[in-house]
């Protein structure tokens, strides 16, 4: 067979303004990298470790009010003294923790201050005695409040005569939190790198090819770390978005780069000079990967129509980052590959361990025929297959149907943080739920028998364990209630419901652990519809305007969302109902942070459309040179699935490095769309999507004439398809390049690596449109 003709070709646009100068666009990358880091540094020192409340909503406008004229109902500093032996009401132990008391109060920034030997409050006293509490109000933004803190925290932990004294609280334990994500980010990172090195060399087989895609990653890391400090001048940005910025910017750049490079290196080993074979990748896997990270970055800034700043921050991060990644593979590669010509196949690592039949099988594509073989395989059960992956899919699913949400509390933290043993010395040994009750505020002018009635109302509302107050100030008065059970149990919940419905004579509003659950929930379940059907919208769009088919784009999200089910399904078996806590190192709650379905949903069903793409635009670009379905469906399977398991490996193993995290919600996040990162790559797109279009056959591609008419002007193209009169060989031929390319150079295997044959940027045009 005749190789295709590598003769010159028209050059696009995009490929001379790439091409024209390459080393100057190099030069240019590294500048901007340098000014990057510059503009970039201390991003993670600017981000917050809250924002799942919703800003607009009654729970957080009340707890603001209540900073400014009660702050001392809005305690979020704790110190926990400890008496030893003797009592907190001995006379030594009072008048040192009375002297504490008084020095806190005297600190610059602290309001609110009040103690157990002040007011005697039975919520601020251990049950046995020998622990009590001094409460402050530590004034000014999460920022301001947390250095404040770091000041006044060495002044007072430790021994003081005949106490010991621990700092806790809500802003130490988002202070420990902040602290722990940077600590834990760092050391995902450097055993991200080298791992995803290693990786890469054993699909390229040579470093520097290798080398490309991590130098992808890092300049998309690099910008969005600079976006996101610009971000944090206007906006609060959560210190957790860190996470995703590491992960998807050295997955998404290993995805782009591994497309890009394998393209160019089998037009290089067909004889194209570089600038062809630039210009030719470009037009093929270059608009994929274009195609690719539109799809990614809609469903990333479908999180911009929630309100919590948790969920804005991972949209803010995951657009920069995607498109950062999209570009530098699509300018910065060509102009890295124009200067290195056949030199990308240079140090070729693999032959030091490749022996024997390994390498004798990378070299004649036997990794390809094992996918030709797959797929023969499938679709001659294709029913069966379709019905039983689908049905195992859902049974891993099952377990989210249990699902209750909460909020995250210092349990994200590991048992050792200092801030989390206070914490858990007060929720074990203390009455009620100190700071973890609800608050009334009363607004209006009123009279003092009218404070007693709404008191008394409010001590008769089912689920109340306990009421205090009215404290006043000018024409408010705030009530301070302790829900029976758990403090963000059902019953709280319900009793933030009627407490919000009490008949009052002056205006009155709730806040609270459970009133921001509350608030938070319905914030959530209000804009979820409109989150979903931006993604819904825009993905059926874009995969129509990519397969020209009123099917596939159907198809496309209903499997999406299918494989999803074992990630959500394993997020509840694992971190709401305990299993493997203990190997995992976590605290199970008994719930799931609100706002974490959402985010793992919109995260993993882009990741999951950025292997759809290349997948079936494999399959279309087959399907329009042959018109034969069931062979395009092996082609397109034959000729990604390597490439697309290769890159869903390297991007779980980033994901397990963020899943590593000693905060709960950021190793939630990493475990969870490692797994369905996987099952996407290995199950849905090997066996699912497979038997599906061969169960609905060539109806596959039907689409009613207005919208054929529509997609014949306004579709996507990787290139002039060649005459359906030029076949390809049998679906079920396991060896070959179907379409008449070259054969594979010795030793590299038709894709250069241990995984051949599995660019889905490739085509067998002849054609030479640019």
């Known amino acids: 067979m005749m190789p295709v003709d590598k003769g010159p070709q028209r050059l696009g ?34 981000m917050a470790s809250g924002g799942w409340e919703d800003p607009d909503a009654e729970s957080t406008w009340t707890t603001r009010a209540l900073e400014r004229e009660f702050p001392s109902s809005q305690s979020n500093v704790l110190l926990l003294i400890e008496s030893g032996s ?289 797929a023969a395989l499938v679709m001659r059960r294709a029913p069966v297959f379709a019905a039983a992956t689908a049905a195992a899919l859902l049974l891993l699913g099952l377990p989210f149907l249990g699902v209750k949400f909460g909020t995250a509390d210092d349990r994200q933290l590991p048992a050792s943080s200092p801030s989390r043993v206070v914490q858990d010395h007060i929720r074990e040994g203390f009455p009620g739920s100190p700071g973890g009750g609800l608050t009334l505020l009363a607004r209006g002018q009123a009279t003092t028998a009218q404070y007693t009635a709404l008191r008394e109302r409010i001590a008769a509302t089912e689920g109340v364990a306990r009421v205090d107050g009215p404290v006043t100030a000018g024409d408010s008065a705030a009530y301070s209630v302790v829900p029976e059970g758990e403090a963000v149990g059902p019953g709280a919940q319900r009793l933030v419901h009627d407490l919000r419905a009490l008949d009052a004579p002056v205006k009155t509003s709730v806040t609270g652990t459970a009133a921001v659950l509350v608030d938070s929930k319905d914030a959530i379940a209000e804009r979820l519809p409109w989150a979903v059907g931006v993604i819904v919208v825009v993905t059926l769009l874009l995969v129509f305007l990519l397969t020209g088919s009123a ?12 494989s999803l089910t074992a990630m959500f399904g394993a997020v509840v078996w694992v971190f709401q109902d305990g299993h493997l806590s203990g190997p995992l190192s976590f605290t199970s709650t008994g719930d799931i942070e609100t706002t974490l379905p959402v985010l793992m949903f919109c995260v993993a069903f882009g990741l999951s459309m950025d292997y759809g793409v290349f997948l079936l635009s494999r399959i279309k670009e087959e399907h329009d ?22 890159a869903a490996v390297i991007l779980a193993v980033v994901m397990v490095a963020i899943g590593t995290s000693r905060v709960t ?16 790559a290995m199950v849905v797109r090997s066996l699912l999507v497979p038997a599906v279009m061969k169960v609905m056959g ?73």
């Open 698 to 770: 060539r109806a596959t591609w039907w689409a009613p004439a207005p919208l054929r008419a529509f997609h014949r002007r306004f579709g996507l193209s990787e290139g002039a398809a060649v005459a359906p009169s030029v076949h390809a060989p049998s679906v079920h031929a396991p060896s070959g390049r179907a379409g008449g390319a070259a054969a594979s150079v010795p030793g590299q295997g038709a894709g250069g690596g241990v995984l051949p044959d599995s660019d889905p940027g490739r085509t067998t045009s002849v054609s030479s449109g640019g």
């Open 86 to 374: 003797a009592s907190v009401d001995d006379p030594a132990v009072a008048a040192e923790a009375s002297r504490l008391t008084d020095r806190l109060a005297a600190e610059d920034g602290v309001t609110g201050v009040g103690s157990y030997w002040q007011n005697s409050s039975p919520a601020l006293r251990a049950r046995d005695g020998h622990e009590a509490l001094i409460a402050a109000h530590i004034a000014g933004e999460e920022k301001g409040a947390g250095e404040t803190l770091d000041r006044i925290a060495p002044l007072f932990e430790g021994e003081h005569g005949p106490v010991k004294v621990s700092v806790g609280g809500p802003i130490a334990v988002r202070h420990a939190m902040q602290s722990l994500i940077q600590e834990d980010l760092l050391r995902a990172e450097l055993f991200a790198l080298p791992v995803t090195l290693v990786l890469l060399v054993m699909v390229f087989g040579s470093a520097v090819a290798a080398l490309l895609p991590l130098g992808v990653g890092i300049v998309a890391i690099l910008g969005t770390n600079a976006v996101l400090r610009g971000i944090t001048e206007l906006t609060d940005v959560s210190v957790f978005a860190q996470n995703l910025t590491t992960a998807l910017g050295l997955g998404l750049a290993v995805d782009y780069a591994l497309f890009i490079v394998r393209r160019f290196r089998e037009e290089m080993a067909e004889g194209a000079d570089p600038r062809t074979a630039v210009a030719t990748t470009l037009r093929t896997a270059g608009r994929t990967v274009l195609f690719s990270a539109l799809t990614v970055g809609v469903s990333l800034s479908a999180m911009l129509v929630f309100p919590q700043y948790f969920l804005r921050s991972f949209a803010y991060a995951g657009i920069a980052v995607v498109f950062l990644a999209a570009g530098a593979a699509l300018i910065l590669l060509p102009a890295a590959l124009m200067l290195l010509g056949s030199r990308v196949n240079a140090l070729d690592l693999r032959r030091a361990w490749v022996l024997g039949r390994g390498a004798r099988a990378a070299g004649s594509g036997e990794g390809g025929r094992g996918w030709a073989r797959l």
């Open 625 to 646: 040179r042959t018109g034969d379905h069931e062979g395009s469906i092996a082609f397109g399977l034959r000729h990604t699935g390597g490439l697309i398991s290769a």
């Open 665 to 680: 919600n950021t190793k939630m996040l990493g475990l969870g769309i490692a797994l369905a990162v996987l099952m996407d």
């Open 13 to 46: 646009g995009w490929t001379r303004l790439v091409t024209a100068r390459p080393r100057l666009a190099l030069l240019a990358a590294l500048v901007l990298a340098a000014l990057a880091v510059f503009a970039g540094s201390g991003v993670g020192d600017r």
């Open 551 to 562: 099917l596939i784009p159907v198809q496309a999200v209903v499997l999406n969302a299918l």
